[in-house]
């Protein structure tokens, strides 16, 4: 039986040969560069006719990539891979899930078409389901979600003493709740009020009985930091022990990382984005979810 291929878009030759390694799998290589006209040149140095082949790209930044990506699969496909599937740790665009005013895209919708005309299967980590209550009710493609909560609560127990878990909202509670469980701490979720992308309210509520913890604030995505940002201002100044910022993907925008470090919380985030504060490895379940995909 032909191994089958890895191959890692730019920025994710650590994550995919770290995957590689587990799954047994071949790692092949791509060229890609811009011609002066700021066009894009890409190459499979490793030919895929006759195997499985699977791309690894997370999608932070997702305009910058999704041109490439769309390239790189169409190109295994005409080169003959049997099958073409897609690792992307990330997710994008998946907050605009319906039409809030008249004439918006549901760029949730027509990037999961896109996706979908161009893979056979996709792997993806904790994907921001709001309205939607799973990955297929809009991509026509077999999908695999891996889960962080286990490793997240794992983290909490070898990392934090004493800890208090705090979601962001209302909406995180079950989420944020089965996190604590496994933790074996309490648990208590914010009020938050959203007026715009960087405009945020928080309310922190009755947090007095579990004072002496030390605060853990948890998300699934990190972007503008607002949220956090505004919480740690709180807690603080109602005399919290410094707290852990911890989120499954790590976006930072506007220097959210630095801003939050400066506020003085340690931030760690899982390896689905590459940076700095990555300390959750989701390798195992990644490698899991795709040697399962890719033998259907």
Same mark, same amino acid.
């Given at each position: 039986?032909?191994?089958?291929?890895?191959?890692?878009?730019?920025?994710?030759?650590?994550? !995919? =040969? $770290?995957?590689?390694?587990?799954?047994?799998?071949?790692?092949?290589?791509?060229?890609? /560069?811009? +011609?002066?006209? #700021? &066009?894009?040149?890409?190459?499979?140095?490793?030919?895929?006719?006759?195997?499985?082949?699977?791309?690894?790209?997370?999608?932070?930044?997702?305009?910058?990539?999704?041109?490439?990506?769309?390239?790189?699969?169409?190109?295994?496909?005409?080169?003959? !891979? =049997? $099958?073409?599937?897609?690792?992307?740790?990330?997710?994008?665009?998946?907050?605009?899930? /319906?039409? +809030?005013?008249? #004439? &918006?895209?549901?760029?949730?919708?027509?990037?999961?078409?896109?996706?979908?005309?161009?893979?056979?299967?996709?792997?993806?980590?904790?994907?921001?389901?709001?309205?939607?209550?799973?990955?297929?009710?809009?991509?026509?493609?077999?999908?695999?979600?891996?889960?962080?909560?286990p490793l997240i609560s794992q983290w909490i127990r070898m990392n934090v003493q004493n800890p208090l878990i705090i979601g962001p909202d209302s909406e995180s509670e079950q989420w944020v709740a089965a996190v604590a469980q496994e933790a074996d701490a309490p648990h208590a979720v914010?009020?938050?009020?959203?007026?715009?992308?960087?405009?945020?309210?928080?309310?922190?509520?009755?947090?007095?009985?579990?004072?002496?913890?030390?605060?853990?604030?948890?998300?699934?995505?990190?972007?503008?930091?607002?949220?956090?940002?505004?919480?740690?201002?709180?807690?603080?100044?109602?005399?919290?022990?410094?707290?852990?910022?911890?989120?499954?993907?790590?976006?930072?925008?506007?220097?959210?990382?630095?801003?939050?470090?400066?506020?003085?919380?340690?931030?760690?985030?899982?390896?689905?984005?590459?940076?700095?504060?990555?300390?959750?490895?989701?390798?195992?379940?990644?490698?899991?979810?795709?040697?399962?995909?890719?033998?259907?």
């Amino acid at each position: 039986m032909t191994v089958p291929l890895l191959m890692a878009m730019p920025g994710n030759e650590k994550a !995919a =040969s $770290k995957l590689a390694a587990r799954l047994g799998w071949d790692l092949g290589h791509l060229e890609i /560069r811009q +011609f002066p006209d #700021g &066009e894009t040149y890409l190459r499979l140095v490793t030919t895929p006719a006759g195997r499985v082949v699977a791309l690894v790209c997370t999608l932070d930044r997702p305009n910058d990539k999704l041109l490439s990506l769309l390239f790189a699969a169409a190109t295994a496909r005409e080169l003959e !891979a =049997s $099958k073409v599937g897609l690792v992307s740790p990330y997710l994008a665009y998946m907050r605009q899930d /319906r039409r +809030f005013k008249p #004439g &918006e895209a549901v760029s949730s919708r027509q990037v999961a078409h896109l996706l979908s005309s161009s893979f056979d299967w996709l792997v993806t980590v904790d994907p921001h389901l709001h309205r939607y209550g799973s990955l297929s009710e809009i991509y026509s493609i077999p999908t695999r979600v891996v889960h962080v909560a286990p490793l997240i609560s794992q983290w909490i127990r070898m990392n934090v003493q004493n800890p208090l878990i705090i979601g962001p909202d209302s909406e995180s509670e079950q989420w944020v709740a089965a996190v604590a469980q496994e933790a074996d701490a309490p648990h208590a979720v914010l009020e938050k009020i959203r007026h715009g992308d960087r405009d945020v309210e928080i309310k922190l509520g009755d947090l007095d009985r579990w004072k002496g913890r030390t605060p853990v604030l948890v998300d699934d995505i990190i972007s503008s930091g607002r949220t956090m940002l505004e919480s740690l201002r709180l807690l603080t100044a109602q005399g919290w022990a410094a707290p852990v910022c911890l989120a499954v993907h790590g976006l930072f925008a506007d220097r959210a990382d630095v801003l939050l470090a400066q506020a003085g919380a340690r931030v760690v985030t899982s390896n689905s984005v590459p940076h700095a504060t990555n300390d959750i490895d989701l390798t195992p379940l990644l490698a899991e979810a795709v040697s399962q995909i890719a033998s259907l």
